[in-house]
C-alpha cells in the first residue's frame, strides 16, 4: 500500500460524520428513484450493533453506495485503491477512512487495517467476490475470506443485491442504466459466537449460500419491464464467440439486437431482459453462455497452440491502449 493512502485511526470526527452523511442523502435521492430500490429486512441491518462484517454480492460499481445511503450508520468500505487517483474522492474518502486495497493483490496493510477499525467499533464492509459480476451470477470468493472472517471474531451481516445485474450489467457504459428494480435485503450469516466453532469450509459455505443470487432467475421469478431501447448495447464486451459459427470477435450489437458479422445468426434481448426461449438460442442464460464460451475457449487455444507454425493469430485487434495500475509495477 502506498504510504500516502494511509487511513486514520480512532472513530471518523464530527466533520467527517457531516461528509457521510450528506453523501448519504444525496446519493439516496439520486439512486434510490433512479433504480427503483426497495429494501427487504432492513430492520435487521439497523438493529445489528457493531462492531461487525458487512458482505455482498458484488453486481455493479454503485453496490456500496446504495447500500451505504440507506442505513444509518457510517461504514469502512475495502475499495480499490484505484478510485483514491481522483483529487476530489481521495479527499472525501480519507475523511471517512476508506480502506484501500489494491486489487487481484494479498494485502496485509488492508487485513490490518480492517481488524484496527472492527477494534474501534467500526463497521467494515467488503466484497467478497473481489469484483463486479460477469453473467449476472456469484463469481468465486477470495478464498482468504473465510480466514478473514476468523480473525475479525465479529458477526458477519450480509446486504445481497437483487435485480442490480439486470439494470446495469458490467458489460454496458455507465451511462446506459436500463431501469427496472433494485432489491436489498439483509441477512445475518454467521453470529460471533459462532465463529470460533465453524471451520474455514462451514465458513465458506455460509457466505457461498448466502450471498448467492441468480439476477435472471430472480428476474423471470418477479419480471419488471426494462426501460431502455439499448438492452443489447456492447454485448460483444462480454460473449466474444458466436455460439453458432464459433467465430471470435464476429458478434456486433446495436439497441437491443446482436448479429454475428460471420455466419448472420442474429437475436434480441426482450423488454425484460431475458434471451430468446425458442430453439435457435442455444442457451437459458448469460450464465450458461459464459460457462460454454470459457471452454470453447480452452478448446480453441489448444488447437491453436497444436499448430505447428500458424499462419494466423488467434485473436487479434489493433491500436489497444495498456494500461497499468499501481502496486504492479
Known amino acids: 500500500m502506498k504510504k500516502d493512502i494511509q487511513v486514520k485511526d480512532g472513530r471518523p470526527g464530527r466533520y467527517s460524520r457531516f461528509l457521510w452523511h450528506l453523501g448519504q442523502f444525496v446519493a439516496r435521492n439520486i439512486y434510490n428513484p433512479k433504480l427503483n430500490i426497495k429494501l427487504e429486512n432492513w430492520d435487521l441491518l439497523e438493529k445489528t450493533p457493531a462492531p461487525f462484517l458487512l458482505v455482498g454480492n458484488h453486481v455493479t460499481n454503485f453496490d456500496p453506495v446504495i447500500t451505504s445511503s440507506n442505513q444509518s450508520r457510517l461504514i469502512h468500505w475495502v475499495a480499490n485503491d484505484a478510485v483514491f487517483r481522483h483529487p476530489a474522492l481521495r479527499w472525501a474518502f480519507r475523511h471517512i477512512q476508506v480502506i484501500p486495497k489494491t486489487k487481484g493483490m494479498s494485502d496485509l496493510d488492508t487485513v490490518r487495517i480492517m481488524h484496527k477499525k472492527v477494534r474501534e467499533g467500526g463497521i467494515v464492509g467488503l466484497y467478497p467476490e473481489g469484483q463486479t459480476s460477469w453473467d449476472g451470477v456469484n463469481q468465486p470468493m477470495v478464498p482468504a475470506t473465510p480466514k478473514l472472517v476468523k480473525l475479525l471474531k465479529v458477526p458477519v451481516v450480509a446486504v445481497v443485491i437483487k435485480g442490480g445485474y439486470i439494470s446495469q450489467p458490467r458489460w454496458t457504459w455507465t451511462k446506459d442504466l436500463r431501469k427496472s428494480r433494485v432489491v436489498l435485503e439483509a441477512r445475518i450469516l454467521i453470529q460471533k459466537d459462532e465463529i470460533k466453532k465453524l471451520s474455514l469450509h462451514e465458513i465458506e459455505e455460509r457466505l457461498n449460500t448466502g450471498l448467492y443470487n441468480d439476477d435472471f432467475q430472480f428476474q423471470r421469478e418477479n ?32 439497441g437491443n439486437d446482436v448479429k454475428c458479422q460471420s455466419c448472420g445468426w442474429e437475436f434480441s434481448i426482450d423488454e425484460y431482459g431475458e434471451f430468446p426461449g425458442d430453439s435457435d438460442f442455444p442457451f437459458k442464460s448469460l450464465h450458461q453462455w459464459n460457462l460454454w464460451q470459457r471452454k470453447e475457449t480452452t478448446r480453441l487455444t489448444a488447437e491453436y497452440l497444436a499448430q505447428e507454425n500458424p499462419e494466423q493469430p488467434l485473436l487479434a485487434n489493433e491500436k489497444l491502449t495498456i494500461l497499468t495500475g499501481k502496486g504492479l509495477v
Open 223 to 254: 419480471p419488471v419491464k426494462l426501460k431502455s431501447e439499448k438492452r443489447a448495447e456492447t454485448l460483444e464486451l462480454f460473449t466474444y464467440i458466436c455460439p453458432k459459427c464459433n467465430t471470435m470477435d464476429a458478434l456486433k450489437s446495436g
